[in-house]
């Protein structure tokens, strides 16, 4: 894939992971970084990443990007949860 190829790519899986964590289910957060580990292994394994040092520190700060990213719309969804239990409390007064 080209760079800006592969730029956009990263850039839509980051979107989608953060918007598929701040869904209801936090779980289904755990769906773009298991796509991520397949996707690495496949590369691996039909040649696209030769350097076994390589594949690892992609997997590694890959996964621990993806981590960051739905540990943070699981903070933001439920700030947004605690602003609106907050605002319907002062409508109740």
């Not at 899986?13 to 701040?22: G, K």
């Not at 936090?26 to 397949?38: A, E, H, K, N, S």
Request: proline share 2%; hydrophobic share 55%.
């Amino acid at each position: 894939m080209p760079d800006i190829t592969s730029f956009i790519v990263i850039f839509i899986f980051c979107a989608l992971q953060y918007f598929i964590s701040r869904l209801k289910w936090g779980i289904l957060g755990i769906i773009i970084p298991i796509i991520y580990v397949v996707a690495m292994f496949y590369a691996h394994s039909i040649g696209k990443i030769n350097n076994t040092t390589v594949f690892v520190v992609l997997l590694v700060a890959g996964v621990i990007i993806l981590i960051i990213e739905w540990v943070n719309a699981r903070k933001d969804r439920a700030k947004k949860h605690s602003d609106e239990l907050d605002k319907m409390r002062k409508k109740d007064l």
